[in-house]
């Protein structure tokens, strides 16, 4: 079991790409989450998804950011036209069938910077 | 709202030591508790999870205390080495339906030999 995969593992854009960040969440595991870690911040969450639908997207920006994660493949967060508050280090976990026992596994994470 | 605080932001001990990191949460409805470790540009390594009707976990030299009245908990480490440098990390699930974690901003530990 690879565990939860996150890539790239470093991303560079200028202000106004696209940033395009996948996690393939450990075999068995149906629920992805995705969290963002600002510089000196803890980690925020930002939006739950479970296969083809997302359960919780409270705490993404409203405008420019996406997440899906498709029947098949890995779980995608989207940022369109990055700004350099949008620099920060983006991390996904992933669970089974939530339980009171159940552990989240993260990934590596992918550092983001916007130049 | 659901707060989680952790003290001291950054604590130095000599190897050998035994330390306690805190933290709390502002609401004691909790799930559970999870401790993690986050090494410098590294991802998050699970340690010790305690469900909300547990009052302890133990592996290895770690020992995770849990008081969900007093809105604390503690992660005790037994005989530090240089090697447990690094920032631990504490989370709070707050029910049951696959919500998310919420995290303090951590204690960064120094275990110099």
């Known amino acids: 079991n690879a565990g939860v995969m996150q890539n790239p593992r470093h991303l560079v854009r200028r202000r106004g790409q696209e940033a395009r960040l996948r996690c393939s969440p450990m075999?068995?595991?149906?629920?992805v989450y995705w969290y963002r870690q600002l510089p000196e911040e803890g980690l925020k969450f930002m939006v739950y998804?479970?296969?083809?639908?997302?359960?919780?997207e409270s705490g993404m920006p409203k405008e420019r950011f996406s997440a899906e994660f498709p029947k098949e493949g890995p779980s995608i967060l989207r940022i369109q036209q990055v700004v350099r508050g949008d620099s920060a280090a983006y991390f996904c976990?992933?669970?089974?069938?939530?339980?009171?026992?159940?552990?989240?596994?993260f990934g590596q994470g992918t550092r983001l910077t916007v130049v | 709202k659901q707060e989680v605080t952790q003290i001291p932001a950054a604590l130095s001990v000599p190897e050998g030591e035994n330390l306690v990191l805190n933290c709390s949460f502002t609401d004691s409805a909790i799930y559970n508790l999870q401790w993690f470790r986050q090494d410098p540009g590294k991802g998050l390594t699970s340690l010790l999870l305690?469900?909300?009707?547990?009052r302890e976990q133990t592996s290895g030299r770690l020992n995770a205390s849990l008081d969900k009245s007093s809105g604390r908990s503690t992660l005790y480490i037994a005989a530090s080495q240089p090697g447990d440098s690094a920032t631990y990390l504490c989370?709070?699930?707050?029910?049951?339906?696959?919500?998310?974690?919420?995290f303090g901003k951590g204690t960064t530990l120094s275990v110099s030999s």
């Open positions: 075999k068995g595991h149906s629920h």
């Open positions: 976990a992933s669970s089974p069938v939530p339980g009171q026992n159940t552990e989240a596994f």
């Open positions: 989370a709070v699930k707050v029910d049951q339906a696959g919500t998310a974690l919420i």
């Open positions: 998804l479970q296969k083809e639908n997302i359960i919780d």
């Open positions: 305690i469900q909300s009707s547990q």
